[in-house]
């Protein structure tokens, strides 16, 4: 499980109008605590009007640059990303946990390949620590980026982007699409199917691309994902990470159990237990208890609170994470399972 600990922000740098990039110092004592893959994200943690609030922020910098760095985008009505954007100075100290997630690119400086990417907006953040690592660390492979956004005063990185472009020309192809403004650098509109016809059927056919990565809205996700599996593209080829929590249908609200179960929780090498609702989530029961169980975005987009079922059996109201495989040997999301046994044992342990 993730530990959290006080890092001072090294500096603070606006990307965009209504985003940062926030850089962290890390002591000696704790760098192989930080080290992570191009994709990951931290949780950063603080108090905010006398409320805890955790939020998730990918890493923007490369695997092996001893840099790490994050992008934050405030969103409208948002408290730590607006904090984060108008608060947050230079010397001030915060509570970051180790790197996770399962969104990953792993490099090999033997391969010879051609890796594409999907973003929209702030999606790109994940994406630039995927392209960087790429780019740097296998000098015979290649990288194209297909980027979203309302404009190119709105797109995150740009200046990053650019210099990947200076410093890779001939390796890296970034394609910027712009819903708002016309430009002769960029297409106009959305990442949608007809894009991705242009992407694979036309500007790179006949070209081999080994894997895909998406990062954005739930709808650009789906639409990339199922045109790409349109084209011959396998399941296994396309990795992708939400960066807002889809809804959930009444439906689904309605199919949850509504009665208690009796639940044993394990965390941290400390066994509890505890009763609850089957309306509740177990994370949701778990906090409520004073349970220092792990969470981050309790929306289902993240991979902070992950357990195994090892007696009794739950459901998920959503699962945008766990592929089934892994939902079938016991894993599940804690902040969207609701037992379904009249106990249970949840294990944050064994993951």
């Known amino acids: 499980m ?96 180790e790197p996770q997630g399962r969104f990953v690119f792993e490099s090999n400086s033997e391969k010879t390949r051609t890796i594409a990417a999907f973003a929209a907006g702030s999606g790109i953040t994940p994406i630039l620590s995927i392209a960087k690592t790429l780019l740097e660390e296998e000098p015979f492979s290649n990288f194209i980026l297909v980027y979203g956004n309302k404009s190119a005063s709105d797109s995150m990185f740009k200046n990053d982007l650019d210099a ?62 199922d045109t790409l599996i349109e084209n011959g593209i396998k399941e296994q080829q396309i990795f992708f990470e939400l960066f807002t929590a889809p809804a959930v249908s009444e439906n689904e609200e309605v199919m949850l159990a509504d009665g208690n179960s009796k639940v044993k929780v394990i965390v941290d090498d400390e066994e509890f237990d505890l009763e609850m609702s089957q309306k509740q989530s177990i994370l949701e029961a778990a906090l409520k208890a004073d349970i220092d169980a792990p969470y981050s975005c309790q929306g289902g987009i993240c991979s902070s609170c992950i357990a195994r079922v090892s007696e009794g059996t739950a459901k998920m109201t959503q699962n945008n994470i766990l592929t089934d495989n892994e939902v079938a040997e016991g894993l599940i999301l804690t902040c969207q399972a609701h037992p379904t046994s009249a106990s249970i044992v949840v294990d944050y342990d064994d993951v």
């Open 2 to 97: 993730a530990q959290f600990h006080d890092l001072t922000i090294k500096g603070i740098s606006q990307v965009t109008d209504q985003s940062v990039a926030i850089s962290f110092d890390i002591p000696s004592e704790l760098k192989s605590h930080f080290v992570f893959k191009a994709g990951q994200y931290l949780t950063l943690k603080a108090t905010i009007n006398g409320d805890s609030i955790r939020r998730d922020y990918s890493i923007c910098s490369s695997a092996n640059s001893g840099s790490l760095t994050v992008g934050i985008k405030a969103v409208e009505g948002g408290t730590f990303s607006v904090h984060a954007n108008k608060i947050l100075k230079e010397g001030d100290t915060i509570s970051v946990a």
């Open 164 to 225: 990947l472009s200076s410093n890779y020309g001939n390796r890296f192809h970034i394609h910027n699409i712009y819903s708002q403004i016309r430009a002769n650098e960029a297409l106009f509109g959305r990442i949608d199917k007809s894009i991705v016809n242009l992407i694979v059927k036309n500007k790179y056919q006949g070209i081999t691309i080994e894997n895909f990565y998406l990062c954005g809205p739930e709808a650009m996700i789906h639409t990339v994902k």
